[in-house]
Each structure stands twice: as structure tokens, then as C-alpha cells.
DNA sequence: TGAATATATGAGCAGATGTTCATATATTCA
DNA sequence: TGAATATATGAACATCTGCTCATATATTCA
């Protein structure tokens, strides 16, 4: 390795360096997409993509625990992935925005292989 | 609770239960977001949309050992989200395809509280 | 108010995850 | 071929995560 082509790397990577986002930002996006990762938010999530549920109805649809359920509702409000509506002594959640439908979206177009720009298949 | 509430109350169920896509579908759809919940994997994605780079150069770039980034380069090619190309004793990694960049994408509006179709800002 | 119902929360535990260290596996070049 | 270089991989360890259990906090209604 040569003195010019070590310096080409040091400002190749310089460049790179500098057009790379504020650390603080990379810091939200993974934690954003660490609530994704996880098989019974992602459950909880598409079910309210259908329809605004109360916790039992979430539990009684992915048989699962109340309590566990409440945690991760805990989990995707404070990524702001959802709202919760209180009504009478229920707690009725929803999607918080219309992102999680796009970053959804996206996903499927992965998991499926279908070019980012690509029609839509259908199941 | 009444017998007619109840019942409308399952029949809402089974209807959120019928959109759902199957359970591997979700699956795998969590497996793709968990390997970007990662601050580290983050910043090789990040740092590979600006350039091809090599393994040293990327530890370099994130002031992290070898041993670590290729560990983590395989999980990321295993997610087939960088391709590997080998030149010389390099080896050369690239984004695998445009899902990568669309994800970012919606994350980062996310982040910035962007909504999906408005106008994207600069920094 | 008090019983019943719905949800939230804290502690504890088991399993998953990311890093490091040591070392193996290419690949180049003298 | 053998030394040097670049990357890959396995084991070990500390930390993080998600679930369960027990219990606290609303809220309704008789």
C-alpha cells in the first residue's frame, strides 16, 4: 500500500464520514426499528393496522398474557407507534401514524422481493 | 356485557384475525426490522449507502474492532441486505438493493416526524 | 361504598444478543 | 513456498430483552 492510495482511502473515508448522520439520529432509527424487531409487537401492530382494539381483545388474538401484551403496548407508545383512547374501563389503542403502514409496507416489499418502486401482488 | 355485544365483539376479532398475514409472514417480517434495530448495523447500512467499502475500512470508520464488524457483516448478509464482492484479500460490501435506502427512508421521517407523503427536509 | 372488571407495573428469571479474544482461512507477493 | 495481510469464525462472557407472577391502580355499577 502506497503513500497516494492511503491517502485516497483517509479522504474516501473522510467522505463517507461526513455524510454519514449525526450519531444521536442513527441512535433513534435503530431503536425505532428495534421495536419492529420483535415478533409480538410486530403481531400487535399489524392487528391495529385492521382495527383500534382494547388490550383483552389483543391478548384473546395473539393468546397471549395481558400483562404481556400491556408491556409491549407500553414498548410501541413510547416509540410513539401508537395511541391509546381510554373508554370507560378499557384502554383502546390505535396506530399512532400513518409511518408504521409505510415502514410496513417497505418490509413486506423485502421479505417478498419486490423492488421498492415495483406493483404491489397481492397475500 | 350482553350476548349481542359479545358476539359482535368476536365476530370483530375473526375479522382482524383474517386480515392478518400468516405467521411467518410476520416472522420473517420481524427478523428483517430486528437486524436493523442495532446501532452498529445502523452504521455499516449507513455508511455503505454513501460507498462500497471494505471490512477495515468500515471498523475504521466506526472505531470498532474487525472481529465485530464481520460478525455483524454476516448477519447482515444473511438479512441479503449488503452483497459481498471479493477483490484481491478484500472483501468489497455493498447495499443488496433499494429496500435498504426506502426503509431508512420512512425511518428517518419517522424520527423527524415527516408524515409518509409530505415533503422530506434537509439534515 | 364495595365488588367486579380492565389495565398497568415491578421484580425476577431464562433465553437472546453483541463484543472480545484467539485462531483459522484465504490471498498476494517477494 | 513462506511471510504478510485481510477477513471469517468459534467460544466465552456480560448485557439486554421479553415473559410470567403477583399486585397496584383505575373505572363501573349495584
Redesign the interface.
Known sequence: MNHTSQEE?LN??S???A???ADE???????????????T???IL??LS??D?CVA?IA??LSMNQSAISHQLRVLKQA?LVRVARRGRSSIYGLD???V????E??????RHI??GEEKTHA
Chains 1, 2 share one sequence.
Do not use: N, W
Open positions: 482511502l474516501g473515508l467522505r463517507v464520514s455524510e454519514m448522520p439520529t442513527l441512535y433513534e432509527l435503530a431503536d425505532l426499528f428495534r421495536v419492529f424487531g420483535d415478533t409487537r410486530i403481531k399489524c392487528a385492521v382495527s382494539l381483545d384473546a388474538l410513539r401514524d400513518d409511518h403502514r409505510t415502514i410496513f417497505q418490509g413486506f416489499r423485502h421479505v423492488a421498492p
